[in-house]
């Protein structure tokens, strides 16, 4: 079992930064691929980026390649979402998730635990 939870949500000024954080219990997290999804008021959740269990492999939505980083530290079981040169379309509800699956990290159903979310504004 693996609990998550964000941290570090908040309101920003396009083209300002923030930096999510996740953190999880569970003593086989640092097995775990995690993931970062997004939600927009009345939009699907979609694909932020995910970041293999080692850290060594990433990979990222086309809309925040660039922009966007992850990175992890499983020492401190706890994963982490560097936002810059945030947009007004960056604007959601920001989710960590884990799953033991390598493949089809993008598709929300591969994952088996999620955290409650933290809210993102960026306003213009």
């Known amino acids: 079992q693996v609990q998550l939870v964000e941290s570090g949500g908040g309101l920003v000024q396009a083209g300002g930064s923030l930096r999510l954080s996740c953190a999880a219990s569970g003593r086989t997290y640092s097995s775990y691929t995690m993931g970062w999804f997004r939600q927009a008021p009345g939009k699907e959740r979609e694909f932020v980026g995910a970041i293999s269990w080692s850290g060594g492999t990433t990979s990222y939505a086309d809309s925040v390649k660039g922009r966007f980083t992850i990175s992890r530290d499983n020492a401190k079981n706890t994963v982490y979402l560097q936002m810059n040169s945030l947009k007004p379309e960056d604007t959601a509800v920001y989710y960590c998730?884990?799953?033991?699956?390598?493949?089809?990290?993008?598709?929300?159903?591969?994952?088996?635990?999620w955290g409650q979310g933290t809210q993102v504004t960026v306003s213009s």
């Open positions: 998730a884990g799953t033991r699956l390598l493949f089809r990290l993008w598709v929300s159903g591969s994952y088996d635990y």
